[in-house]
């Protein structure tokens, strides 16, 4: 995708027959629970998320609600949870400085190929199921995936985006000067962009 947006939303890939995927869409807005409908993209459901920068001696803690980018964000009809996933990511998304133009041009699919084409493999066995025998052909450990369009390994990979309303940086670099910075995202009710506000707090 050409540089249009810019935003503050973390993510991370999963595989969608690991729990997660299921929890978030589960204790999300709209509840769901059965196996299809969390094959899709939707969720919506409360996290946290925490980072560990050992050599800057830095812990990050974001909370916020997950969603997930599955390979129909761009197919023929929308589900609702296509456009939960876009409503409330897309709130979230600023138009970088010289990309009002491009804005056409940039792709939800594109964004989710890109982040496949960071990873190496999504053809494993289920993720945490029974070790009883050998795998499938089709589902081996460490097999290596060539072809962008992978059938197998798509339909396993999923895109995770964290909405995070509030971050909790703390500095443990230097015990003697140890912080914690808090921020807070105030959301504006005419654009849903908002702004973060900063509180400094005793670690």
């Known amino acids: 995708n050409p540089r249009v947006y810019d935003s503050d939303l973390p993510t991370f890939t999963t595989d969608v027959r690991m729990e997660k995927v299921g929890e978030l869409f589960a204790s999300s807005a709209g509840k769901a629970s059965k196996e299809e409908q969390v094959q899709g993209s939707g969720g919506g459901g409360p996290c946290e998320a925490v980072y560990w920068i050992k050599e800057k001696g830095m812990q990050w803690r974001i909370k916020g609600t997950a969603f997930i980018v599955a390979p129909d964000i761009e197919g023929q009809e ?29 792709s939800w699919a594109t964004e989710l190929t890109g982040h496949f084409g960071n990873c190496s493999s999504w053809r494993n066995p289920p993720p945490g199921t029974p070790v009883k ?5 089709d589902h081996q450990l460490a097999q290596k995936v060539t072809d962008l369009h992978d059938p197998i390994a798509r339909s396993n990979f999923r895109v995770v985006v964290i909405k995070p309303d509030e971050v909790e ?7 003697e000067t140890a912080r914690r910075h808090k921020y807070t995202f105030v959301a504006d009710a ?4 908002g702004e973060w506000k900063e509180e400094e707090l005793w670690p």
């Open 133 to 137: 025998g050998e795998p499938d052909k």
């Open 78 to 106: 929308e589900s609702s949870g296509v456009r939960t996933v876009k409503s409330e990511i897309g709130a979230r998304m600023r138009v970088v400085e010289g990309g009002e133009d491009k804005v056409g041009e940039w």
């Open 190 to 193: 005419r654009d849903g962009m």
């Open 169 to 175: 940086a703390t500095d443990l670099s230097n015990p």
